[in-house]
């Protein structure tokens, strides 16, 4: 069965960083693109940042550019996305997203076919 966590968010002040883990289990990865996501209520989820699976090719929408770093260690199956300077906007529930087939990130959810739970990212003034 595979399965992706995430863990690391929580609340934080707005100006701090948090790092964001999505461990993978029950197959490898390392072929296949992976990516970030956030949503709020009301609202469609929202992509954050995509990376190939060997880390040449990346993706980061215009709100989190300068701030955000998504990278990947293959061996360990993991993605992790590193926040910094953290806005109250940034405020979400975070996703880690998986392909199936694709080694190239995709900005549409609909790309992914492997889902983590969630976690939530709480910036405050």
């Known amino acids: 069965q595979v399965q992706l966590v995430e863990s690391g968010g929580g609340l934080v002040q707005a100006g701090g960083s948090l790092r964001l883990s999505c461990a993978a289990s029950?197959?490898?990865?390392?072929?296949?693109?992976m990516a970030w996501f956030r949503q709020v209520p009301g609202k469609e989820r929202e992509f954050v940042a995509g990376?190939?699976?060997?880390?040449?090719?990346?993706y980061y929408t215009d709100s989190v550019k300068g701030r955000f770093t998504i990278s990947r260690d293959n061996d360990k199956n993991t993605v992790y996305l590193q926040m910094n300077r953290l806005k109250p906007e940034d405020t979400a529930v975070y996703y880690c997203a998986a392909s199936g087939s694709s080694a190239v990130p995709a900005r549409t959810a609909d790309n992914y076919d492997y889902w983590g739970q969630g976690t939530q990212v709480t910036v405050s003034t």
């Open positions: 990376i190939s699976s060997f880390s040449t090719i990346i």
């Open positions: 029950g197959r490898t990865f390392s072929n296949s693109a």
